[in-house]
């Protein structure tokens, strides 16, 4: 089945403890995204990658890094988590070469909150 | 860099009627203008797209219309259903995607 797949779903942490949220496609997308939705603000892209060791700044990147070592793979970093981080974070994957060369697929996204 | 205003934030019709959703946009050399779809504690999911050689595009029930001119587009749902029942995303660009602030869509029998 294709799919995007996010783990840890729910993650509940302290502020400035390290943590990886993982992503994975198995639709062989050269696109990966992350977003972070939050009420009344919509979905905000963090970061982007358009293939493997190519990523890209989104809209608000601060406090957050990304890797791109494997096309399938695109975890999230967050090296010292504040409060402010606590959002809902969608993982996304598309490919130019499919016929809807610009649709998100989106993973089921992970529900973080920083005490 | 683009900015994107989705209007209304919330809309409420009665079952059959039509709604419609409208959101602005500021970068004219954009291309690409997406609809999703997101129920309530699922993923958002996408439902239309329209690029900006077309000006308009259905498909049965939905259709999205582009004013490239006034930098606007419009999702416009007809004969509304329970399910339709959502929260509405406009989107800007392509790998570079820019998301409106949503629209909770009610649908009352």
Redesign the interface.
Known sequence: EAQVTQNPRYLITVTGKKLTVTCSQNMNHE?M?W?RQDP??????IY?S?NVEVT?K??VPEGYKVSRKEKRNFPLILESPSPNQTSLY?CAS?SPASG?????Y????TRLTVT | ?ENVE?HP?TLSVQEGDSAVIKCTYSDSASN?F?W?KQELGK????II?IRSNVGEKKDQRIAVTLNKTAKHFSLHITETQPEDSAVY?C?VG?????????TRLTINP
């Open positions: 696109y995204s977003y009344g603000l919509g979905l905000r892209q982007y358009m890209d989104g809209d969608f598309s809807r060369a610009y649709e998100q989106f993973g089921p996204g | 860099g989705q934030s690409y997406p999703y993923r958002p999911q996408l797209d995303f989107a392509a790998q570079k995607l820019v998301f409106g602030q949503g």
